[in-house]
């Protein structure tokens, strides 16, 4: 456990605490009064009641839509299936200002639904609750579906024969066995969405504001760093109980799971309910998941002369963008590539140990150790992202001006992807296996290059393209501390989308395509890759 407590230490916990000792700190004293003063503010009040039930709303939503989703992914084996379950992955990594935005042209002025109804749903809490939806209906699949294709069919029918109905069958069998993976996935969609940023910002405009929204606000905009670090706690506080509750349902699961191999529980649809069923839910993957991304690519071809890659074109050139970056756009590409290499390097390192501590011991500090690792998908990017900027300039850590800051910050959010996938294939693994190679004679290495490397390769490389892929989207830091020689992707389509003017939106458009093929095709190979759905993700 050292290399993962030093690393977080240093590169999270440092860095935060930091920006929140400034906030809360006067004339070299703590004034923790600021706290019920914030707290007391009728807009701070606001802002705590919208995050909270958009929150609920979006995750009760999102379960509602996707798990009968869930069930025909599992169940179902119908042509493209792996195809479809790599698309509908695209969305949550991909930046969620490209989200926004593409269902800002849905449903904002100009928008599909504007032109064909006259309906505009911007600037509106459906907008906002459709965007997150389609941001996390793959947590939903891909934690709920995986473990429903995992459990044996025969128990359902074994109490059918016994005289239960169908709806009474998977009443008392199915959905005791699935509700700790749906618990799970329904912490982490409110996690997701209750710390939102960029999707609020862009399809809610000045009438919503998420805490994560206000920070920004509070600290970018009016520069007022204790009300900042006030909603900094709250929120760190709301994100730590919900990931304890999550890392309980986690071994609820894990300890009471009886397994079967996919492969033997999927087959053809059969009757008109099934493929009623299947259509519906291909229907609204395609509503929900191909029609927005289908906007990005529509809007990335649609240039002045009508449709072609002129805007495609425009990003390899630096007069092109206006003067929103100091070399072209399309150095963005490569940028990020390397930059997501070297952190999913970083990740799978500190991952993998912590992963591999989490399963050889045990005890509470071991367990709190586990919900450590999630917060920095819950604490605000923005506090990260200036922490790093306030504590990493000095001797022995000066980083300000280094590279290597922003790999690290996209380390950051890997890590949680790389432990939530390794750890239920670690603890599969049976002890006796190692025990015997020590017998024998094996070191502790060997035992691991031997016994568990074989056993988990596959997990390890799926756990490094889900690091690669939210490497390459991740924005809420990064947009702080990469260099203007050296933008990454989401930094590039953000400072695209401020710039007034069709060709900045168009190479917008174009580089979040850029975004959304890689990410598909890195997902796409994982699902080739992947044998077993035990893993989170």
Not at 377 to 384: D, E, F, I, K, Y
Request: glycine share 10%; charged share 15%.
């Amino acid at each position: 456990m050292a290399v993962p407590v030093a690393f977080f230490a240093v590169f999270f916990a440092y860095p935060v605490a930091a920006i929140v000792g400034r906030g809360l700190k006067a004339d070299g004293a703590w004034r923790f009064g600021r706290v019920g003063d914030v707290l007391s503010r009728p807009d701070i009040l606001d802002v705590l009641w919208f995050t909270t039930w958009q929150a609920l709303a979006s995750t009760a939503l999102t379960l509602l839509i996707a798990l009968p989703g869930a069930y025909v992914f599992a169940r179902f084996d119908f042509p493209g299936r792996q195809l479809l379950r790599a698309v509908v992955t695209v969305p949550f990594v991909l930046p969620t200002v490209v989200v926004g935005t593409a269902f800002l042209a849905l449903l904002g002025r100009g928008g599909l639904l504007d032109e064909l109804w006259g309906v505009r749903l911007d600037t509106t809490v459906w907008a906002i609750l459709l965007a997150h939806v389609f941001f996390n209906y793959a947590v939903v699949i891909r934690t709920v579906g995986g473990l429903w294709a995992q459990l044996d069919p025969r128990q359902e029918e074994a109490a059918r024969v016994l005289g239960a109905g169908r709806l009474m069958a998977w009443w008392r069998v199915t959905l005791p066995a699935l509700a700790p993976a749906v618990a799970a996935a329904a912490l982490m969609v409110f996690l997701f969405t209750f710390t939102s940023f960029g999707v609020v910002q862009i399809l809610g405009g000045p009438a919503y504001s998420t805490l994560e929204v206000e920070i920004y606000r509070q600290t970018a905009q009016l520069l007022d760093l204790p009300t900042a670090a006030v909603l900094t706690l709250v929120q760190f506080a709301a994100v730590g109980g919900v990931l304890a509750v999550h890392a309980w349902t986690v071994r609820r699961r894990e300890g009471a799971l009886k397994l079967v191999d996919p492969a033997l529980t999927a087959r053809r649809p059969r009757g008109a309910g099934q493929w009623a069923l299947l259509g519906g839910v291909l229907g609204t993957v395609l509503l929900l998941v191909l029609l927005p991304l289908g906007v990005l690519v529509e809007r990335s071809l649609d240039g002045p002369g009508g449709y072609g890659f002129g805007f495609y074109r425009a990003l390899g050139s630096v007069d092109a963008s206006g003067g929103t970056f100091l070399v072209p756009p399309l150095e963005a590409v490569w940028n990020s590539l390397r930059y997501a290499l070297v952190a999913t390097a970083v990740a799978l390192v500190v991952g993998g140990l912590a992963a591999a501590a989490l399963t050889r011991r045990a005890g509470r500090l071991v367990r709190g150790f586990d919900a450590l690792l999630m917060l920095p998908l819950g604490v605000s990017a923005v506090t990260v992202g200036f922490g790093f900027l306030i504590t990493l300039d000095k001797p022995p850590l000066d980083l300000r001006a280094s590279w290597i800051l922003v790999p690290l910050a996209q380390a950051l959010v890997g890590v949680p992807f790389v432990v939530r996938t390794m750890l239920p294939v670690l603890r599969a693994v049976d002890g006796r296996l190692r025990e015997a190679a020590a017998v024998l004679g094996a070191s502790p290495l060997r035992v691991w290059r031997d016994v568990d490397l074989p056993l988990v390769r596959r997990a390890l490389l799926v756990a490094a393209g889900f690091a690669f892929a939210v490497s390459l989207g991740e924005f809420g830091a990064t947009v702080f501390i990469a260099r203007p020689d050296r933008p990454t992707l989401p930094v590039a389509v953000a400072r695209l989308l401020g710039r007034p003017g069709e060709l900045n939106y168009g190479q917008a458009m174009a580089l979040s395509t850029v975004l959304m093929v890689v990410c598909a095709v890195s997902l796409l190979a994982l699902e080739r890759i992947r044998t077993d759905r035990s893993g989170e993700f």
